[in-house]
């Protein structure tokens, strides 16, 4: 079954606010990815945290991976339609076999 | 231009009628997946590969097979389709996974109905 899980499964943001989706292991994980599918689309690869701590940005964009490689987060700032879309964390528990969340619907109201 | 490509795009097909998604990559990528995206359950793991003939199971693998003769390709077959395997299909590739792993390149997907 999936390893890794994924809040909330739904945000809807108002245009310019923040919001954070939250990604939990039961077990230690070796790195994180995260992924963007928008509308219609396939994933497309965002990041990736190796380190314990490790804290990333893209724009507005903030990564961060957990000091005991358990949990992970992403942080938008004053979201914009273009953040529309679903965002997947993977994590890799086991070797050989990647594992993702359920995802993380976010629709932007104007 | 690098890419994973699938086919056939769409499909819909009725229950028992074996068929095959072919999925491609420009790559040289050692590592490929296939995933099912169904509402609620994100994406799961049907089989993967590792190298030309090797293949392990995914998460969820019953009704599925693979085989990987090629680098390149990696074909998921469904020998006999029930309506259950309705769902979106991705094929993913990337380079070799264990220890480290590097970021996975998505097909555009299948949409596959079985009636």
């Known amino acids: 079954g999936q390893q890794v899980m994924q809040i909330p499964q739904y945000q809807h943001v108002q245009e310019g606010e923040d919001f954070t989706t939250y990604c939990n292991s039961s077990?230690?994980?070796?790195?994180i990815q995260w992924y963007k599918q928008r509308p219609g689309g396939h994933p497309v690869f965002l990041i990736q945290l190796v380190k314990s701590g490790e804290v990333k940005k893209q724009k507005r964009l903030t990564f961060q991976f957990g000091e005991a490689k358990k949990n992970s987060s992403l942080h938008i700032t004053a979201t914009q339609t273009t953040d529309v879309g679903t965002y997947f964390c993977?994590?890799?528990?086991?070797?050989?076999?990647?594992?993702f969340g359920a995802g993380t619907t976010v629709t932007v109201r104007a | 231009e690098a890419q994973v490509t699938q086919n056939p795009r769409y499909l819909i097909t009725v229950t028992g009628k074996k068929l095959t998604v072919t999925c491609s990559q420009n790559?040289?990528?050692?590592?490929m997946s296939w995933y099912r995206q169904d509402p609620g359950l994100g994406l799961r793991q049907i089989y993967y590969s590792m190298n030309v003939e090797v293949t392990d199971k995914g998460d969820v693998p019953e009704g599925y097979k693979v085989s990987r003769k090629e680098k390149r390709n990696f074909p998921l077959i469904l020998e006999s389709p029930s309506p259950n395997q309705t769902s979106l299909y991705f094929c993913?590739?990337?380079?070799?996974?264990?220890?480290?792993?590097?970021?996975?390149?998505f097909g555009p997907g299948t949409r596959l109905t079985v009636t």
């Open positions: 993913a590739s990337s380079f070799s996974l264990g220890g480290f792993s590097y970021e996975q390149y």
């Open positions: 790559m040289n990528h050692e590592y």
């Open positions: 077990t230690t994980l070796s790195n």
């Open positions: 993977a994590g890799l528990p086991n070797d050989y076999k990647l594992s």
